[in-house]
């Protein structure tokens, strides 16, 4: 992965800075799944969220891809002392974007993270559905209803199957839902996907 941080003379010559941020759209989103520091709702402008399927997995994945027309939310988080190794790890099937002009409001530099390889055949690659509830449950928590409903609207490929995975979650970071988010992510489902 391509370096992401600041490169200022200021940090060259040692002098405190912002830290570095990124921009959380999917399962960062929801804070009970990481304990990055000073998370605050954010907009990333000119992306739109969208389903990929890979050959690094036999799920889908949640990415981003450029849109001019579109702005997604979400929320920013900083990277104390620019150490991206655990977030990298976390998300290693991803390549880390510098969109830095894109995000308001921000302190410093922030990156986005982006499915760059996806393959196009037919293999199922399904949606998890405890990934899902994990990011409608963030989306609620952060952005309210109308946040989930901007989620649904601003993501492509919701003609990817889903798998409900709910009984014996595959999703490593799943979270436990109130009857009223289950049903809120099973409505939204309901009038997105076939």
Request: hydrophobic residues 45%.
């Amino acid at each position: 992965m391509a370096p992401f941080g600041c490169h200022s003379r200021a940090c060259v010559e040692g002098k405190r800075m912002s830290d570095p941020q990124f921009f959380g759209y999917g399962s960062l989103v929801n804070l009970a799944t990481h304990d990055y520091a000073s998370p605050a709702p954010a907009r990333l402008t000119g992306w739109r969220r969208v389903w990929r399927r890979t050959d690094a997995r036999s799920a889908a994945f949640l990415s981003v891809e450029r849109h001019e027309a579109t702005a997604i939310d979400g929320i920013v988080a900083c990277v104390p002392g620019a150490d991206w190794a655990a977030l990298d790890l976390r998300e290693a099937a991803y390549v880390r974007r510098d969109v830095t002009r894109c995000v308001a409001p921000t302190t410093g530099p922030v990156a986005v993270y982006e499915v760059e390889a996806w393959i196009t055949s037919s293999a199922p690659c399904p949606i998890l559905l405890s990934y899902l509830d994990v990011v409608v449950q963030g989306y609620l928590r952060v952005h309210g209803e109308a946040g989930v409903e901007a989620v649904f609207a601003t993501t492509m490929g919701w003609d990817t199957p889903v798998t409900d995975d709910r009984a014996a979650p595959m999703y490593p970071r799943h979270q436990a839902l109130s009857a009223q988010e289950r049903a809120l992510v099973d409505r939204m489902l309901a009038q997105y996907a076939p």
